[in-house]
């Protein structure tokens, strides 16, 4: 039902940013707390920023805390991941994600964009 289109990957040098967007269509972003993902070849997915319906933030404190920001703009139907101070451990595909209220599972999911770090 809704679909995710993301934009926004690309190749950076470490300390470097990039700002990830996905776009929603089908359904408002609104109705769905939102999450990003990332997944590194040969590793876990891993949980990387969520917010809320209501706005509430969270953030994988070992990782991207204080570095990574997420956000959602209602008028664009887009939610944002702003990544600053890049590392190379970030380098992976990025994905976001919906979490559906009443199942609690992240259903639907955007196409991935990749994310590489250099040095």
């Known amino acids: 039902q809704v679909h995710f289109v993301q934009s926004g990957g690309g190749l950076v040098q470490a300390g470097g940013s990039l700002r990830l967007s996905c776009a929603a269509s089908g359904r408002t972003i609104s109705s769905y707390h939102m999450g990003w993902f990332r997944q590194a070849p040969g590793k876990e997915r891993e949980f990387v920023a969520a917010?809320?319906?209501?706005?509430?933030?969270?953030y994988n404190a070992d990782s991207v805390k204080g570095r990574f920001t997420i956000s959602r703009d209602n008028a664009k139907n887009t939610v944002n991941l702003q990544m600053n101070s890049l590392k190379p451990e970030d380098a992976a595909v990025y994905y976001c994600a919906a979490k559906v209220v009443t199942t609690g599972n992240y259903d639907y999911w955007g196409q991935g964009t990749q994310v590489t770090v250099s040095s």
């Open positions: 917010i809320s319906k209501t706005g509430i933030t969270t």
